[in-house]
């Protein structure tokens, strides 16, 4: 034993145990210190309270991040086992910028104290998109309506490209309290590039309590209920179709290869 501590920074999926990864789930187990907002500590007492029982836990609030990276560092360096817990994927929009910012900060680099192992999730692009379908079998842009810490003008920058280069776009955080109008200024510039039937999914805390899924349209997306913090909205490219409640972007084989999807004889 070297006296190091180890530092897990672990994407713990959208929200319940079956969406959670081994690695992640064995990370968790193995240590000794778990901290994280309290509403991703609150999934975790719900999914898999024996593997968090008996440990040393650490809730703190949204605007907490950089102190809770910090936190976990220096517990770590104390030669403790911690898991600094995000949901989603830890690396998207998640708290592993943020441990390797501090760390960084400070000069370390891998071998020093303490270990870090980031350990991916399921992301919720990729949770929402399975509840309705396979909307992001092409090309895909993610982007998030936040402009707490990017400008306004850069992610309206980026939602006209993606427009314009025909991505399937996934928005996360299209709207909180506070920020109410920028996810229909972002219809607006897609609408400039796409037509107004262009499919377009809403989830809201997919894989939790309270799920819900909207199917609507480019020209119908407003203000809507459910709209907010939780909320992921899948807007189609130009080949994106919805049949049967499904909502798809074809792979294009159909086009290139003359293939019927009927069943192979
Ligand atoms: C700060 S980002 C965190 C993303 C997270 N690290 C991930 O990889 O999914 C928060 C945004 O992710 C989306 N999101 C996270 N969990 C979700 C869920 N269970 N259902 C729908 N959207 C979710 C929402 O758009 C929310 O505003």
Not at 14 to 22: A, E, L, S, V, Y
Not at 103 to 124: R, Y
Not at 240 to 256: A, C, D, E, H, Q
Request: glycine share 8%; aromatic share 8%.
């Amino acid at each position: 034993m070297d006296g190091k501590g180890k530092l897990y920074v672990v994407g713990i999926g959208p929200g319940d145990f079956k969406n959670m990864t081994f690695w992640a789930m064995n990370a968790i187990e193995e240590s000794e210190v778990i901290i994280g907002y309290e509403t991703y500590i609150d999934l975790l007492r719900e999914n898999i309270p024996d593997k968090i029982k008996n440990k040393e836990i650490f809730e703190t609030g949204m605007t907490e991040e950089i102190d809770r990276a910090h936190f976990a560092i220096e517990k770590a360096r104390g030669g403790k086992i911690v898991s600094i817990v995000s949901s989603g994927d830890a690396g998207i929009y998640g708290m592993a910028a943020l441990v390797y910012e501090a760390l960084l900060e400070s000069d370390w680099k891998p071998g020093d104290n303490p270990d870090v192992e980031v350990i991916p999730g399921i992301t919720a692009a990729s949770a929402c998109a399975a509840l309705i379908g396979s909307p992001l079998s092409l090309d895909f842009a993610v982007i998030s309506m936040s402009d707490l810490l990017v400008p306004w003008e850069v992610i309206e920058k980026r939602i006209r490209s993606a427009a314009e280069g025909d991505f399937v776009i996934v928005i996360y955080n299209p709207k909180s309290k506070k920020r109410t109008w920028q996810i229909e200024r972002a219809r607006d510039i897609i609408l400039e590039y796409r037509s107004p039937d262009t499919p377009v999914a809403l989830i809201k805390s997919a894989f939790r309590e309270g799920q819900k899924v909207k199917i609507t349209t480019l020209g119908e997306l407003g203000d809507d209920s459910i709209l907010g913090m939780l909320t992921t909205v899948i807007i189609g490219n130009s080949t994106t179709f919805v049949k049967n409640s499904i909502m798809l972007t074809p792979r294009g084989y159909s086009s290139k290869y003359e293939v019927k999807f009927s069943g192979r004889k």
